[in-house]
């Protein structure tokens, strides 16, 4: 077979036209966005329709694990879209089942489903949890305990599983079936489930995130997972975490659970799966997996293309030892960010996270929001994204580079300095 790669043009046609009236006149406004377009990108780096340049600390969220145009994944998916792109679930699909297979090589999981997104793979987990309360626990209402400050997504059940109500507002009546608890906090959740036992639910599950993400890089501690645990194999309750972002590597290991010392139950990925090609994954242990034919199903779930992506991505990962990379460029980012922190004691409280997932936190009391130094650092040419209105979150692929640590780490602190002395022309962005 032929394998032509086309070479990205420096300036593409669409570039040249790009009108943000026009985008915003037709695409619905469900986004706060910032008023650059990007057209291209390779490595850690991306250029807008202006030409301008970026070092990207937020790879589609978590989501291009390889970055831009990496080599392999470029030829990866040429290959593949030219062979045989999409069938159907109603036969086998090789990739498909080759990527599972590495999955559950890989992790403490033993079966794999697939589909396209964070909350697909959620919803999947919470479907496959109550049809193993009600076939194998014996539980009519079955409930499942999530945490507060959590993100599990934007369907109905992952927004009423998310324990933030500024994304239930005015989308109720939301799903039954769930309750929330303080994260890591071990009494909160012994409490609840007693209280819950005693009524006439039950719980089925634990979901937690690892790490929250969304909720402000909120690392889970060691002490509160492995209690959990404990409470899941003491009161037969599953324990689900969501990896949808920090799953594939992010967090420097594997899966964000080996920081924790535990294995799940159940848990998703979605975000790094494929290097940014859209899929979703929800796996289980074999004591779990009650699904049978007809319970559960995706039309583009784990398709030949998306397949062969996350499989690239995934040996691409132990190839080029992207997890050592993974811890050592996030211990190097964690400790300048730290020097910055010490310059700014009255604006900075903390820094936080594991492997390439940190997050610089601002003082609540500061009249400054994670935003403000968001697009402060975007005219100096970093991508960063917020988690929440006090935390500026840094997500840059793995395979980010030494100098480009160093690089971000100077963006950071120009547009610290900008927005102290109020100079940075915020009306651009
Ligand atoms: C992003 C995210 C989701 C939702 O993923 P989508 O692909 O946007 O549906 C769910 N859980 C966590 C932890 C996430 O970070």
Request: aromatic share 8%; charged share 20%; hydrophobic share 40%.
């Amino acid at each position: 077979m032929s394998l032509e790669l086309v070479q990205t043009p420096v300036v593409s046609a669409a570039a040249s036209h790009f009108s943000f009236d026009d985008f915003d006149n037709c695409v619905m406004s469900t986004y706060g966005r910032f008023a650059i377009a990007l057209e291209r990108g390779t490595g850690c780096r991306v250029w807008d329709t202006e030409g301008r340049e970026y070092l990207d600390f937020v790879a589609g969220i978590a989501t291009c694990t390889l970055g831009h145009a990496h080599p392999a994944l470029v030829e990866t998916v040429t290959r593949q879209i030219q062979k045989l792109h999409h069938v159907s679930n109603l036969y086998y699909i090789p990739e498909q089942g080759e990527l599972a297979q590495w999955l559950t090589k890989h992790s403490c999981a033993d079966h794999a489903f697939f589909c396209n997104s964070g909350a697909e793979a959620n919803e999947g987990a919470i479907k496959l949890a109550r049809k193993y309360a009600h076939t194998v626990l014996n539980i009519d209402d079955p409930v499942v305990i999530t945490a507060n400050a959590s993100f599990h997504g934007r369907t109905l059940a992952t927004i009423t599983a998310t324990g933030q109500p500024k994304y239930q507002k005015n989308f109720n009546p939301l799903v039954p079936g769930f309750h929330y608890v303080p994260y890591n906090d071990i009494a909160a959740l012994e409490a609840t489930i007693a209280q819950l036992n005693n009524s006439e639910r039950r719980v089925a599950a634990i979901l937690l995130e690892p790490l929250q993400g969304e909720g402000g890089v909120r690392p889970g501690t060691i002490d509160y997972f492995q209690a959990v645990r404990q409470i899941c194999d003491r009161e037969g309750i599953l324990l689900i975490l969501d990896e949808v972002q920090v799953g594939v590597g992010r967090t420097g290991k594997l899966w964000g659970y080996e920081n924790l010392g535990i294995e799940p139950d159940i848990f998703t990925l979605a975000k790094g799966l494929a290097g940014g090609v859209p899929i979703g994954a929800m796996l289980c242990k074999d004591f779990c997996n009650v699904f049978q034919p007809g319970d559960h199903a995706s039309t583009f779930g784990g398709n030949p293309l998306v397949c062969a992506a996350a499989l690239c991505v995934c040996q691409t990962l132990e190839q080029e030892n992207l997890l050592a990379n993974a811890q050592e460029r996030g211990e190097q980012l964690r400790a300048g960010l730290e020097r910055i922190a010490q310059k700014y004691p009255h604006l900075i409280t903390e820094v936080r996270g594991w492997g390439l997932i940190s997050g610089l936190v601002l003082k609540p009391e500061v009249d400054l929001t994670s935003v403000e130094i968001v697009k402060a650092a975007m005219v100096e040419g970093l991508l960063l994204v917020p988690a929440g209105p006090k935390v500026i979150r840094f997500l840059p692929p793995l395979v980010v580079t030494a100098a480009e640590v160093d690089q971000a780490l100077q963006v950071v602190e120009q547009a610290l300095a900008s927005v102290v002395s109020g100079t940075n022309d915020l009306q651009k962005s």
